[in-house]
């Protein structure tokens, strides 16, 4: 299962500069804007101590991480709705993610110009806010001038469903603000789904700030800071050095693991595990997902004839020793179709062909 990520932003607030840190991977940066046009694409690995140590007590020949890709989309300006700079390929580019990390400047750098010639994080996150929901307002009026006429006959039911509720998403994106904070019944979500909505999609902040710096510019939230420059420091040195750099600065972990963790969380996902001889993997899947989907994420085989999960918790697992200690101390627990999942299951499925 993939989730895309799509970092945003205004031209020059250090998106380029942290995607090649996360991904490590080379991108255009230049000192001016639109200097990213098509997105980069990077696959990230989910930092997770827990697999190195499955892979310890399984033995295992390999060791494979959870993903999640990133793209790197390029600079929104402002009236990029109207399709001012290269803004409609940019929102089409928004469109397809399944979650948007809006990096917003608070570092100060007279060679870095910004676009409106002044550093001010909140300023620069209602700039592309707003670019956002008036994408999503074009989308919902043209829909509602596509379903009005309809509702003349008195016979079109779907028209007559659905023309009030994005008459209510019309004047809520109307005063600027996001379609996320609606609230919609379950039977609505399925309109919602069909629109792609920009705003629907859950955000993260990411406040590029100067080293040192960990305060968050109030009215940003959920946000996290970073330190775009650093990452990059970090991203050229070897994993020791790193760790000694990190040593150094008094942090825990880096930006970009927590940046990477921050989104893992924004997506509502949590992670299983299969562990033996050959390797110990990681699955990534929502909160709430039942076994049998679960499953259906190895192989779709795995779905559709699943019969059993013979599943251990992480910490049961660790604290036995292995698999067959836990088994033996009574640690393993059989579910059905009905069982939801659980942040650190060790699992094997059992299917019938």
């Given at each position: 299962m993939s989730f895309q990520v799509g970092i945003v932003g205004l031209p020059n607030v250090g998106k380029s500069t942290l995607f090649k840190a996360l991904t490590r991977k080379s991108v255009v940066i230049e000192n001016y804007p639109f200097a990213t046009i098509d997105p980069n694409v990077g696959v990230v690995e989910v930092p997770d101590a827990r697999l190195a140590k499955l892979t310890e007590l399984s033995k295992s020949a390999k060791t494979i991480p959870t993903t999640i890709e990133f793209l790197d989309i390029a600079g929104l300006v402002k009236n990029a709705h109207q399709g001012e700079g290269?803004?409609?390929?940019?929102l089409s580019n928004i469109r397809e993610v399944d979650a948007v990390v809006q990096v917003v400047r608070a570092f100060k750098d007279p060679n870095i110009i910004h676009v409106a010639n002044r550093v001010d994080p909140l300023s620069d996150s209602e700039v592309v806010n707003l670019e956002l929901a008036m994408a999503d307002l074009s989308t919902v009026q043209k829909r509602l001038q596509g379903l009005r006429p309809k509702l003349k006959t008195g016979q079109d039911k779907l028209a007559a469903k659905q023309v009030p509720l994005l008459e209510k998403l019309e004047q809520h994106l109307n005063t600027g603000q996001p379609a996320r904070t609606l609230t919609w019944h379950e039977d609505e979500k399925a309109l919602m789904n069909e629109l792609q909505l920009l705003t629907a999609k859950p955000m993260l902040y990411v406040v590029n700030v100067d080293e040192g710096v960990a305060q968050v510019p109030a009215g940003?939230?959920?946000?996290?800071?970073?330190?775009?420059?650093i990452e990059a420091e970090l991203a050229d040195l070897s994993p020791e050095e790193a760790r000694g750099m990190l040593k150094d600065l008094g942090l825990a972990e880096s930006g970009l693991d927590k940046l990477i963790?921050?989104?893992?969380?924004l997506l509502n996902l949590i992670t299983y595990f299969t562990t033996?001889?050959?390797?110990?993997?990681?699955?990534?899947?929502?909160?709430g997902t039942q076994a049998p989907q679960a499953a259906g994420v190895i192989h779709t085989d795995f779905e559709h004839g699943f019969i059993r999960a013979e599943v251990i918790s992480y910490d049961d697992f660790i604290t036995a020793g292995g698999e067959s200690h836990a088994r033996e101390a009574g640690k393993l627990r059989l579910e059905g179709k009905e069982y939801v999942m659980q942040d650190g299951d060790i699992c094997h499925f059992r299917f019938s062909v």
């Open positions: 290269l803004g409609n390929q940019f940003l939230s959920p946000a996290i800071t970073i330190s775009a420059k963790h921050a989104s893992y969380a033996g001889p050959d390797e110990s993997r990681a699955w990534t899947i929502t909160k």
